[in-house]
């Protein structure tokens, strides 16, 4: 379109052509808009897991940002498993569990998660010295080493007692004292740290 007033009245002929025969077109109807997405509805699982997230004392999503949490169905002899390779925490959730029925677990993993992404080697010897352990007690689990058998099952373990105040059931360096509470906290409740060395295999609490 040319605006109004750009050419003179006078200058514009008189049209000799008769009158267009090209077809009119039309445009295409705009369609109606699609109705709002509902919420996704969540499992069961799903469901008590956001529960017991809400309730739980630790920021796990600022704490272990590129780590994933999910709730899935129960399993047999397995309560949760920790996925260091894909930095996953699977919490296996069983018909009778409540919200706060699952802080232990949840913090038992999350433990085994913060052990994988800030404890290195150093972090480890010293957690060995406090707990008066010597190297034949293995860190990981080596698939005939039961969880609470390790350092690893024992640190995460120390985590939860500090966390929700959960009777620790390791079977590594014996009752967790005040000062053994003390040093779980220096080790984890402090600001984050370059991450360390991880397992291979999966941990959890079974």
């Known amino acids: ?30 369609p109606p808009l699609a ?8 499992s069961a699982e799903a469901a008590v897991g956001a529960a017991a997230l809400a309730r739980f004392p630790f920021d796990v999503a600022g ?3 590129d780590w994933e949490l999910a709730f899935l169905p129960g399993r047999s002899g397995v309560r949760a498993l920790t996925l260091p390779r894909e930095r996953r925490i699977e919490v296996y959730v069983r018909a009778s569990d409540t919200p706060e029925g699952l802080q ?7 433990g085994h998660a913060l052990d994988v992404a800030y404890n290195d080697a150093v972090d480890r010897a010293r957690w060995r010295t406090v707990r008066g352990v010597g190297p034949e007690v293995p860190w ?48 984890v409740g402090g600001p ?6 991880g397992p291979e295999p999966a941990v959890g609490a079974h």
């Open 1 to 30: 379109t040319i605006p109004a007033g750009t050419i003179p009245a006078s200058t514009i002929p008189a049209s000799t052509s008769p009158a267009s025969t090209a077809p009119l077109t039309t445009a295409a109807p705009i």
């Open 104 to 110: 232990r677990v949840l913090a038992h993993e999350v």
């Open 192 to 197: 984050g740290r370059p991450g360390g060395v």
């Open 63 to 65: 704490r272990l940002p």
């Open 35 to 42: 109705p709002p997405l509902s919420p996704p509805v969540l």
């Open 140 to 187: 990981w689990p080596d698939g005939t080493t039961f969880d609470f058998d390790t350092l690893a099952g024992d640190f995460a373990e120390a985590f939860s007692t500090w966390l929700v105040g959960s009777e620790s059931v390791s079977e590594v360096g014996g009752p967790f004292t005040p000062e053994k509470m003390t040093d779980v906290a220096a080790l």
